[in-house]
């Protein structure tokens, strides 16, 4: 069965560090969406992506923060200078259809020291 | 903006037995959809049901059930025969079913820990 997947599982970085978070969707799904979870609080929308560029974004998505489609397969998100706030399990989702679920892949935990 | 609560931060059922978890939501909007997430220790978000608000009929799959009571913005999901797999934490979900030019995100409850007794 197709599925989301991301690397790296769990990234360590230093503050000020310039991360990306890597997501390979289901190969025939046009929405892509990342979302972010800091431990023990709930899952926070922060970027969706269509027709490469940017849908929607929230107010957690400030100039630190971009995303990339950059072959076709890859769906990438930047954070230039992180912050010990950014810490948390960041999921990467996709949906083919207007109308369809989204399906989450497994996460990528970024530890911010 | 839409919200969800769940109101439940933690609740406990005894294996095989059954347990409901609350969810209500705000919004403005006549069609929109619900789900049901489940996250398990690892992590991984697996949809568990989901709810089309213009179907007066409650989805089922499996053991899993929803009671939607549209004019009463509740969306509670109902687990029967509980299992010690069921543990995790399960999220509601809101998602509008108006086109956003391809946003459509999703507006989660901030969870309930469900812990399954042997």
């Known amino acids: 069965e197709p599925e989301v997947t991301q690397t790296p599982s769990h990234q360590v970085t230093q503050m000020g560090q310039e991360v990306i978070l890597r997501c390979v969707p289901i190969s025939n799904h046009l929405y892509f969406y990342w979302y972010r979870q800091i431990l023990g609080q709930k899952v926070e929308f922060l970027v969706s992506?269509?027709?490469?560029?940017?849908?929607?974004k929230s107010e957690i998505f400030d100039d630190q923060f971009s995303v990339e489609r950059p072959d076709g397969s890859n769906f990438t998100l930047k954070i230039r200078s992180t912050k010990l706030e950014d810490s948390a399990m960041y999921f990467c989702?996709?949906?083919?259809?207007?109308?369809?679920?989204?399906?989450f892949g497994p996460g990528t935990r970024l530890t911010v020291l | 903006a839409q919200t969800v609560t769940q109101s439940q931060p933690e609740m406990s059922v005894q294996e095989a037995e059954t347990v409901t978890l609350s969810c209500t939501y705000d919004?403005?909007?006549?069609?929109?959809?619900l789900f049901w997430y489940k996250q398990p220790p690892s992590r991984q978000m697996i949809l568990v049901i989901r709810q089309e608000a213009y179907k007066q009929q409650n989805a089922t799959e499996n053991r899993f059930s929803v009671n939607f009571q549209k004019a009463a913005k509740s969306f509670s999901l109902k687990i029967s025969d509980s299992q010690l797999g069921d543990a995790a934490m399960y999220f509601c979900?809101?998602?509008?079913?108006?086109?956003?030019?391809?946003?459509?995100?999703?507006?989660f409850g901030k969870g309930t820990k469900l812990t399954v007794n042997p």
């Open positions: 992506f269509y027709n490469n560029e940017i849908s929607e």
């Open positions: 989702a996709s949906r083919d259809g207007p109308y369809n679920e989204q399906f």
């Open positions: 919004t403005s909007e006549s069609d929109y959809y």
């Open positions: 979900a809101y998602r509008s079913m108006k086109s956003q030019g391809g946003s459509e995100k999703l507006v």
